[in-house]
């Protein structure tokens, strides 16, 4: 009875868990998958019309090319849900120094407006606060989501999808979108599994984005000694499905993964006592069973055994 109702509750809580986060996981995606997609029309449109002679000797054909430019990049990002800014910069060695398109949603009324170009040359390009969207993808070479960081531009905390521009070997320039992170917080917070338990979020690396404890996050440098376990399960590439058993300042607890398209993952995490629960429960009923079964089998051996006993003794007596 014990072996059964433990790989029975320890089977059920393990798809019950999965089931929220796979669909915790497919509600944040959608938003994503959104950006990817308006990214990739824009850079592809992008790829097909620029002439990039043009663009370095003609500014009037400059001029034309980012007006086109602004109608398509507010008409892309109107159609975009989760959008909360689109930009497409040119490289500044090849054309005017803020040469771009910088669109960013107002909170109030939801329409887009012209932000100031941000100056290249001003940050050094390790800064990532101001620069890093422009070139952490040109140095990668590939389309790129770049990790939670705070914009100091925008002055908020986000994610950004960016595809660098290159003509042969010449970077034309970057093409991307921004995505407010509380998008996804709100996600997160609306998770509610065994009473006690909620989700988090974790960036690629295994640092804690957002979670309840740490609203602003957490670098897994700053994880204390009894964290090492839960250190290398949140920086594993592929988590799978499986039930994760650890320990959280001191209070045992079981939770599962899943990778969201950006490689950042969501945790669904519930302490170990609420799922054993019904487990114990059903032990204790098994338990308070077996006592009140031995209690009524040894009152009913001495009442049968004393039937035996009793016309023998009355014989013997005779």
Known sequence: ???????????????????????????????????????????????????????????????????????????????????????????????????????????????????????????????????????????????????????????????????????????????GMDIDLSLLKKTINSVAVYDSGYAFLVSPKGDIVYHRDYPNGMMQEKFENSLEDIKYILSKPQPGERLYEYNWNGQPRKMVLRKLINDMKIGVTVPSEKIDEPKNKLISQVALSLIVIMLIAILLTVHLSRMVVRPLKQLTEA
């Open 1 to 175: 009875g014990y072996y059964n109702a433990r790989t029975v509750v320890e089977s059920d809580s393990a798809q019950i868990m999965n089931l929220i986060c796979a669909q915790k996981a497919q509600e944040m995606n959608a938003p994503l998958r959104n950006i990817e997609q308006s990214v990739n029309i824009l850079y592809h449109y992008i790829d097909g019309q620029i002439d990039l002679e043009r663009l370095e000797s003609n500014e009037s054909y400059a001029y034309r090319f980012l007006e086109k430019m602004e109608e398509v990049s507010l008409n892309t990002a109107q159609n975009t849900e989760g959008s909360i800014a689109i930009y497409f910069r040119l490289n500044p060695e090849i054309t005017a120094p803020l040469a771009g398109v910088f669109l960013v949603k107002d909170e109030k009324s939801g329409e887009y407006f012209e932000h100031e170009i941000t100056p290249l040359e001003k940050y050094d390009p390790e800064d990532m606060e101001h620069v890093g969207w422009y070139y952490q993808p040109i140095m990668n070479q590939k389309a790129t989501w770049l990790e939670s960081y705070y914009n100091a531009n925008l002055k908020k905390k986000m994610i950004s999808y960016v595809i660098p521009i290159f003509k042969g070997r010449e970077t034309i320039g970057v093409v």
